[in-house]
């Protein structure tokens, strides 16, 4: 039984979590970690970190950015591993986790989603195939309106991961508005989409001459988040130190 500690508890994806792990039978929440708390959940809150004297085995962030200095010195101190889900981090957290990760094993990743890390590591063997073939690539995100930033960093990772493959040697472009050539073949379009109450669709699209594939992940709901954080966390339990990401995870669930 994997023990888990929620920092975020009170947070939409702190109690998608908590729900999740109610009916779990191989992992179970003995605390959580919130600044605002009303007493509803069924095992004990605290306000402050440093204050959570319960034993476990990982804890899974999602948090705020503010928050996440003292985890890291939390999670350093005690040897908790750490799934680590916030983002937005500055360059200056981005090097704390790294040191943190030298006493504890943090495993952070840009999405949580099981699908959508499966589809990082296809995309890397499709780009390998398709682009010396003379395929122009797209991506095409879609997301509620409510979300802020664009594109999403999930966008942003699915070509990370394509342009990684093809050593780095293509543009990524956001708007075409105010050119007017051709479409170079080195780039990587990335287009937003805003509206409604959409949880998340990513579509990449190689499109080649007479025929065009397309990998395509649809989120209905944020307990596609929730459900791989709850395996990375149980991945993650009994792990040395070190930086982990989901694609460690994948493989172990492939092995």
């Known amino acids: ?98 040191e943190a990760s030298e006493s504890v094993a943090v495993l952070k990743s840009a999405n949580m989603s099981l699908g959508i890390n499966l589809m990082l590591k ?8 398709l682009a010396p073939a003379g395929f122009d690539i797209e991506i095409v995100e879609k997301h509620h309106n409510q979300k802020v930033d664009a594109p999403s960093g999930t966008a942003l990772a699915l070509a990370d991961s394509i342009n990684e493959e093809l050593g780095n040697e293509y543009e990524y472009v956001y708007d075409r508005s105010s050119r007017r050539e051709k479409r170079p073949r080195k780039e990587i379009g990335i287009s937003a989409v805003r509206g409604g109450t959409i949880v998340g669709d990513h579509d990449v699209i190689f499109a080649g001459s007479d025929e065009v594939i397309t990998f395509s992940h649809t989120a209905y709901s944020k307990a596609v988040f929730g459900k791989g954080a709850i395996q990375a966390a149980k991945f993650l339990s009994g792990k040395p130190a070190g930086m982990y990401d989901m694609s460690n995870v994948i493989e172990a669930v492939l092995s």
């Open 122 to 129: 296809l995309l890397k063997k499709a780009a390998d195939v």
């Open 1 to 98: 039984m994997t023990r888990i500690i929620m920092h975020g508890c009170n947070g939409k994806m702190g109690q998608v979590i908590s729900g999740l792990l109610a009916g779990d039978a191989e992992a179970e929440l003995v605390a959580g970690v919130d600044a605002f708390d009303d007493g509803h959940n069924p095992y004990p809150v605290f306000k402050d970190i440093r204050d959570c004297n319960v034993e476990a085995d990982c804890i899974i962030d999602f948090s705020t950015a503010a928050a996440v200095d003292a985890l890291l010195d939390y999670c350093a101190e005690k040897k908790l591993p750490c799934v680590l889900c916030t983002t937005g981090l500055s360059e200056e957290q981005l090097q704390k986790v790294k």
